[in-house]
């Protein structure tokens, strides 16, 4: 598919008017000051003059602050977006944008997700003072049409435009008029890398997570997570085993609980959504594979022979993050140790197939989904994926969110 611009430069709509005016000289009011006899005209023409020009001094002295109260956020696709103020309420096509919001404290402002059945807030329950309005999300799951983009009438959308248009069915007016009417977009897809409209430049999570910080101004709360992060990773990366003792994993998407294919995750993708998988160090089970990552084009599977082939260490399913650790191990795996071959995969014989973690997963997602993954992958070193070993401070990060460092 052939790709489209989707450069949007300008104010949002509610941002755009400026107010001006012509202040009144001293020369319109000469007819009341000729008459010499007139000492009382002259003397309040003297008093009008001055409440004039100090009315326009006022006048342009708001005018520049306004100027001066404008900022610009430059992310591909877009562009440059410009804002004359701070967006107070927000849209997010995914979980990954719409957890980056949260995570700067303004949560407030989320009217509707775009694909909610994908965000996953139950994490927020685990940070003290941090949440989001269910209701509202469930009132407005799945935002991707114009008309609700015009009645939610946000300050802007936290979507890749061009998500919508090969997702979605829009076309570039369509963006270009919700842009102009309601507000900017700004976004990025970032989850995955192998998509071919998308030729524009990539983000990382952090990356993308600093432009949506610049957005809502909220860039000391970014710096603090990008330190907190940084801190973490680091802790955990120094624990690993040595590489050549780590496993190799087959990450897929199946969300049955009985599943006889699976579609399959490329870790050399580097997309967002296997970031922890990366940061962990662990080795791609499809790597000297002709295997092609799962993209809007790419829709392959492998059955359970084709796995025996490969026979990965460790295999991480998404698609069933609302169940527990046991819920899984009593469906998903229990269903793969029953298979006639699915039951002579290693990975199902030593109990290592475990949730594969969100598609989309912004800074707070990534804190916790690390947390689990190092268990999933070393229990010898992190403890076991079903015990309470926590690996990274929860009231640190809510005192981030809360603007409390």
Known sequence: MEEKSTGQEGLTRRNYIRYGGTALG??????????????????????TTTEAATETSAETETQTTEADSSYSVTMEPMGEVTFDSVPESWAAYDGGYADMAVALGVGDGLTGVGGAGRYYTYVYDELPGVSVDREQIEAYPE????EEFYELDNDVHLYDPNMLINWFDWDQADVDEIAENVAPFVGNLVFRRSDGWHDYRYYT???????????????????????????????????????DERPNVFLTFEGTTEPETFSPYRLNDKGTSKKQWNDLGVTDAL???????LSTTNRGELDYENLLEIDPDVILVRGHERKTPEEFRDTVL????DHPVGGELAAVQNGRVYRGGYLFQGP?????LTERA????????FGDVTGDAELFDRQRVADIVNGEF
């Open 364 to 368: 707070i997602h990534n804190l916790f």
């Open 26 to 47: 001293a020369g319109m009011l000469a007819g009341c000051t000729s008459d010499s006899s007139g000492s009382d005209e002259a003397t309040t023409a003297a008093e």
């Open 143 to 146: 935002v991707r049409t114009k």
């Open 205 to 243: 999570l952090y990356e993308a997570f600093e432009k949506v910080a610049q957005v809502f101004q909220r860039e000391d709360r970014y710096e603090a997570f990008e330190a907190f992060h940084d801190e973490f990773i680091a802790e955990i990366q120094a624990e690993l085993p040595p590489a």
């Open 287 to 293: 790597s000297g594979t002709d295997i092609e990552n």
């Open 374 to 381: 190092a268990k999933q992958l070393y229990p010898d070193v």
């Open 334 to 337: 229990a269903y793969m140790e």
